[in-house]
């Protein structure tokens, strides 16, 4: 059987990539980090690209490297333990926050400022109905993937993105404001503590073994040419958020004049929009929302649907995906700021995991005993990753102040690099090959 891919099916792949990690919360919070730096744009911009664009680019590549997705690349820890961290990794990043957030999102930015005074929960109610179930109608079929979105959806999002990205380069709308905040002092590193905040290393762990099944829906079996593609793929995604990116911190450094306190990103953008096209921005605004949302809500509720039916079989692919949309469209009524009060914690407690579980994945090999190594520092960034979402929960935790980057909420950081570096030894050449498969 022939298995290599036209030219045309590997950029349909890779923007179905792309468009899987595009989702509204890529689209607010560069412009609102953009602004808040200001004349300070390109360090802050340098460091929210290597976490935003750089982490989840090598998340996909530890995905082929490792050969699967969490099942496969916890394989080192006890099997309850792992499985333990891959459900909680797709409860989150699925049908407990960030699912029915990108429907929140499109109902705030897409439908709700055309409603107006009727804007409401029964609007809210309905509007959620319909984007779930136009999300069950995409998600149902895992072989029209590609086809759907790779090929349709996406090219329609990415035209949309040009061009507001050309007319912000064009067209600039404001002045650039001067940096604030912890943008004066060291931008590029809260450029890069920003760049957390899409993510997308959570995405990358699930869309990475997503993107193997669509492969071999296509017939691509060969696990070398499987992660060829993979890598790719990647490579497409990570450039094309690049661009969104910088287009997007562009528009926020140049909104100086046009507001003056802004709540987050999206107010920018919206200000931003409405200047540089009148009345047909809120349209275009709409359109890039929905669309960025909707690609993505298809990704994580397949990715979900599809680990879930690996680990219980006898449910099928069907019924979890229509199970997740329900779940979905139920959670997402509970509101935008209840829904990320609730979630956020949890997800700052088990980020360190996933960035660990990634590392270790390049890693591994370099240890005498890779078993242990891997459990120690996995161990050890779960556990300070859990003071830095208590701390974020809003607990009082002064008694862990001496901790270096506790106050930025990075107390787990410089445990876990210390474990990396003293939990093993270089590897003997003369170890067998029992100790080289542990």
């Known amino acids: 059987m022939n298995q290599t891919m036209k030219t045309a099916d590997i950029?349909?792949?890779g923007f179905m990539t792309f468009a899987f990690f595009l989702g509204a919360g890529n689209i607010i919070f560069p412009p609102m980090a953009g602004f808040l730096a200001g004349e300070s744009m390109s360090w802050a911009m340098l460091g929210f690209l290597l976490t935003g664009v750089g982490l989840p680019l090598l998340t996909i590549l530890a995905v082929a490297r490792a050969g699967g997705g969490l099942l496969t690349m916890t394989r080192l820890l006890p099997p309850s333990i792992g499985v333990a961290i891959a459900v909680a990794a797709y409860?989150?990043?699925?049908?407990?926050?960030?699912?029915?957030?990108?429907?929140?999102?499109?109902?705030?930015?897409?439908?709700?400022?055309?409603?107006?005074a009727a804007a409401g929960q029964g609007s809210l109610i309905a509007f959620t109905v319909?984007?779930?179930?136009?999300?069950?109608f995409l998600s149902l079929n895992q072989g029209r993937l590609l086809d759907a979105i790779g090929k349709i959806l996406t090219p329609v999002l990415v035209l949309l993105l040009l061009v507001?990205?050309?007319?912000?380069?064009?067209?600039?709308?404001?002045?650039?404001?001067?940096?604030?905040?912890?943008?004066?002092?060291?931008?590029?590193?809260?450029?890069?503590?920003?760049?957390?905040?899409?993510?997308?290393?959570?995405?990358?762990l699930m869309f990475g073994m997503l993107i193997i099944d669509v492969l071999r829906d296509k017939g691509?079996?060969?696990?070398?040419?499987?992660?060829?593609y993979l890598i790719r793929a990647g490579l497409i995604a990570a450039a094309g958020l690049a661009l969104?990116?910088?287009?997007?911190?562009?528009?926020?450094?140049?909104s100086g004049g046009l507001i003056s306190n802004p709540g987050n990103g999206g107010e920018i953008v919206a200000l931003y929009v409405a200047k540089l096209f009148g009345p047909a921005g809120q349209l275009i605004l709409a359109g890039i929302v929905s669309l960025a949302c909707l690609t993505t809500a298809v990704g994580l509720t397949s990715a979900c649907a599809d680990f879930f039916h690996t680990l219980w079989p006898r449910i099928s692919y069907r019924t979890l995906v229509v199970a997740m949309c329900a779940i979905c469209a139920l959670v997402a009524n509970v509101g935008l700021s209840t829904l990320i009060s609730l979630s956020i914690p949890v997800l700052v407690a088990i980020y360190p995991v996933a960035i660990?579980?990634?590392?270790?994945?390049?890693?591994?090999?370099?240890?005498?005993?890779?078993?242990?190594?891997?459990?120690?520092?996995?161990?050890v960034s779960m556990l300070f990753g859990a003071l830095d979402g208590l701390k974020t929960a809003g607990l009082n935790l002064e008694l862990f102040q001496f901790l270096p980057l506790f106050n930025q909420g990075l107390a787990w950081i410089i445990p876990t690099l210390?474990?990396?570096?003293?939990?093993?030894l270089p590897r003997q050449p003369a170890q067998t090959l029992a100790e080289e498969q542990a």
């Open 11 to 13: 950029i349909g792949l």
């Open 91 to 116: 409860l989150i990043i699925g049908p407990a926050f960030a699912t029915p957030r990108t429907g929140l999102v499109a109902y705030e930015m897409g439908l709700k400022p055309f409603l107006g």
């Open 130 to 136: 319909a984007y779930f179930g136009l999300t069950l």
């Open 164 to 204: 507001l990205a050309m007319a912000v380069l064009v067209a600039p709308q404001g002045v650039v404001p001067a940096p604030s905040g912890d943008y004066v002092a060291h931008p590029g590193i809260k450029g890069l503590l920003e760049g957390y905040n899409t993510m997308d290393t959570f995405g990358a």
């Open 220 to 228: 691509i079996t060969d696990q070398r040419l499987q992660t060829r």
């Open 244 to 254: 969104v990116y910088v287009s997007l911190f562009r528009l926020g450094a140049t």
């Open 356 to 379: 660990a579980l990634v590392a270790m994945t390049f890693l591994k090999d370099l240890y005498a005993h890779p078993r242990l190594a891997f459990r120690l520092v996995l161990l």
């Open 418 to 424: 210390t474990v990396m570096v003293l939990s093993g």
